[in-house]
């Protein structure tokens, strides 16, 4: 099995155990990181009539969360697409919202047409897109003039401090046992510190988005450098 396929495969093992084990193993600290990033992009985004794509949507934890923060901006979204190769995941993502488009396809070949969106989403799912740059030229391709891409993700770090040292115990040590005892799926979980570490660092990634095309218009870090939020234009 090539290598992308087996990363689908591990999260169709986990997709019923995910919400569980997220909100678990992050102290559900990370919904207020969504909440503050999509706040973010809506608020820096003119247009009040959105089409927005959250690729590698998981079991569609952004959609609930445009939604409310489009609430309270007064913003409407006319079409919300939720968008994942995993179909353990999308299953659980379609029962929680009967009424959003899920399509399954990889970020690095979208089914989707030039310039169709307004705002698309990856949180915490470039890490496992093996063909990154072909989905980040994917993202480009899709998003209309202007258009905004969101990027959550946890960050290589550079500096090593006391912080850092804590964060790494906690992913390297902790998180794989909790993670597999919720999940029954250590390997699943000792798999997240790896490919955080095989990730890109913040200034890596900003690079690459500034070859395809995109201007940074901001990269922000939540908990001490836990998370990190990349907001590009098109
Ligand atoms: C850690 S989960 C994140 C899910 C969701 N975005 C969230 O924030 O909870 C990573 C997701 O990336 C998806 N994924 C893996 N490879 C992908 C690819 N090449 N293109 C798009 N999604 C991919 C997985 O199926 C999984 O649902």
Redesign the pocket.
Known sequence: MQK?EK??QM?NEIAPSYDKA?RILSFGIDITW?KRACNYVLKNYDKTDLNII??????A??INIWQQEALKLDKKISKIIG????EG?LKIAKEKYKKVTFIKA???DLPLENESADIMS????LR????RKK?LKEFFRVLKKDGLLLI?EFSKQEKKGFLSFFRDFYLKNILPILGGFLSKNKSAYEYLPNSIDHFLSEQELAKELQEIGFKIVKINNFSFGISSMFVAKK
């Open positions: 992308q990363i689908v999260f997220n969504r959250d690729v590698a949507c998981g079991t934890d952004m968008i994942d190769p995993s995941m990889f970020a690095q990856i949180s915490y799912g496992n897109v093996v063909e989905a959550l």
